[in-house]
């Protein structure tokens, strides 16, 4: 049995020139006991949060998962026999495998949890109800080309199968919809909105609420110079809701493909024995090439509640049709109305001749994209292969202008970067001693110290002890799982 403690106290700092520093913080211990593992952490966007808890040595009633609402306060907590196994470790050649998890899904506002592993769902009281994945979409009647959760339904995207193939028309494609609360299934023609010059494949999604989804095909012309992106909403019935075409300019700059997540990546292996010492074949440079498509120049972030769309992405000076290497100029961020009418743009040029101005793989260069609150809005860029650096960005969400930006320089322990590193419960490899000692931390976690001081004190007045942290900049607050890999101790903290 796991030990859960909720805390909400005042922590009081004092370091430096620093006194009486106060931040007001919520948090959950759990304090595990040597057989206990902690095996699946997810916080959503909106601030809910599950936990899930092993019992490596147990048969029965082994698993515990837990279920928290944005404020941390404990909306169920059940125990299951779960078929989980930790398969972790090496497999010969010296090589290790990835640290296995256990595969729970949360949906946005904590509403269901889909388990993958033991093959259930949870509702919002902790009820369970048995779940065949494999008849999600009845797996050989639609190609999922999309997939994703709701709160209300499971969906898919795709052409029609017969018997494993493609039986519709190139074009035709269909909208598989299962309700997760009693399991019915649905099926709807998809509507054929415009795709530009792209045919349906190109599809992608670009954002799910409780009413409505979206899609979006990008097109992005010759000159590299001017990206439109094709919006369109849906309700559950696959009807459209709104279809907008949004062309994103740039001021004499030209788009580049960076990883931001807004397309794909052709990962190829040039060796016969691609697995580094570390195992990794995904993010070894001498054994892998990694290249991104042209959908990759730019991704979007949906903000329903004020009906605004932010577009965002890297740029270069010079014209670069590769998209695999690029010497990088500055970043960009665009918000418009669901009209399509543009609100602001901010362009804004990178000076760092040592990192980030040099030619780079395009697919190691990392970039997020927060929305923080209503006024404010955040954006990094980073790199943890070769070069090891971080740009933060704070903009003001009224005019898109920069309210402060900061370079940090890092150590990366690339074996906890990639989640190689066996025993922890999530992959933390960045490392700033001279600031935080020898915690290891997330990139995100860094932007978190970088945006609230209250976080960045408290992560310094630790600094002696060995910890890891993980955290989810949400729009109700950022939260941050620290774990003590050694006491096997995890607390999981709010901050608003």
């Given amino acids: 049995m796991v030990k859960a403690i909720l805390k909400t106290f005042v ?19 759990f304090e595990l006991s040597g057989k206990q593992k902690l095996v699946f952490n997810q916080t959503t966007l909106e601030g809910n949060s599950a936990l ?34 930790d398969k972790s470790g090496y497999f010969g050649g010296a090589a290790k495998r990835k640290v296995v998890y256990y595969e729970l899904f949360l949906t946005r506002n904590g509403k269901y949890a889909f388990s993958n592993t033991d093959r259930f769902l949870l509702n919002n009281m902790g009820e369970f109800k048995a779940y065949n994945f494999d008849d999600d979409n009845e797996s050989d009647k639609i190609e999922d080309l999309i997939s994703f959760r709701s709160e209300d339904y499971t969906c898919f995207i795709g052409p029609k199968l017969d018997k494993g193939r493609r039986s519709s028309k190139p074009n035709d494609i269909y909208f598989f919809r299962r309700n997760n609360n009693d399991l019915s299934k649905q099926i709807f023609s998809f509507p054929k909105t415009y795709y530009g010059e792209k045919e349906y494949y190109h599809l992608s999604l670009a954002g799910v609420g409780e009413d409505n989804f979206y899609t979006v095909v990008k097109d992005l012309n010759e000159e590299n110079t001017v990206n439109t992106y094709h919006l369109v909403s849906y309700n559950y019935n696959a009807e459209v809701n709104s279809n907008i075409s949004i062309k994103v300019k740039l001021d004499k700059k030209f788009f580049m493909s960076s990883n931001n ?33 042209a959908d990759s120049t730019g991704n979007i972030f949906i903000d329903e509640a004020n009906e605004v769309v932010y577009i965002y992405g890297l740029y270069t000076n010079k014209k670069d049709d590769d998209f695999y290497n690029a010497s990088f100029g500055g970043f960009y961020i665009h918000k418009y109305r669901f009209t399509g009418e543009v609100i602001w743009k901010s362009q804004n ?72 590193k066996q025993g922890l419960a999530f992959p933390a490899g960045h ?42 900049v949400s729009l109700n607050g950022i939260y941050i799982l620290e774990e003590n890999e050694k006491e096997n101790k995890y607390k999981l903290m709010k901050f608003e």
Avoid: C
């Fill in 261 to 293: 997540g807004g397309g794909q990546t052709t990962i190829s292996s040039h060796n016969s024995n691609p697995f580094s010492s570390s195992g990794d074949i995904l993010n070894n440079m001498s054994t892998t090439t990694h290249r991104l498509d």
């Fill in 11 to 29: 922590l009081l700092i004092i370091f430096g020139h620093l006194t009486g520093i106060e931040a007001q913080e919520k948090s959950v211990e």
């Fill in 431 to 472: 490392q700033i001693k001279s600031k935080f000692g020898n915690a290891y931390l997330d990139l995100r976690t860094l932007f978190a110290t970088y945006i609230n001081p209250e976080i960045n004190n408290y992560l310094y007045s630790n600094k002696k002890e060995a910890l890891n942290y993980k955290t989810t």
């Fill in 52 to 85: 899930v808890i092993w019992n490596k040595k147990g048969s029965e009633n082994n698993t515990e998962i837990f279920n928290y609402d944005r404020n941390l306060d404990l909306k169920y907590k059940t125990t299951v026999t779960s078929k989980f196994k």
């Fill in 349 to 420: 040029a990178i000076v760092d001749r040592n990192d980030f101005n040099k030619v780079a793989v395009t697919y190691f260069v990392n970039v997020d994209f927060f929305k923080i609150n209503e006024n404010q809005l955040g954006f990094s860029v980073s790199k943890s292969n070769t070069k090891k650096y971080v740009h933060f960005f704070l903009l003001n969400d009224s005019d898109g202008e920069v309210e402060k930006n900061k370079k940090m320089k890092f150590e990366v322990n690339q074996l906890r970067f990639a989640g190689m």
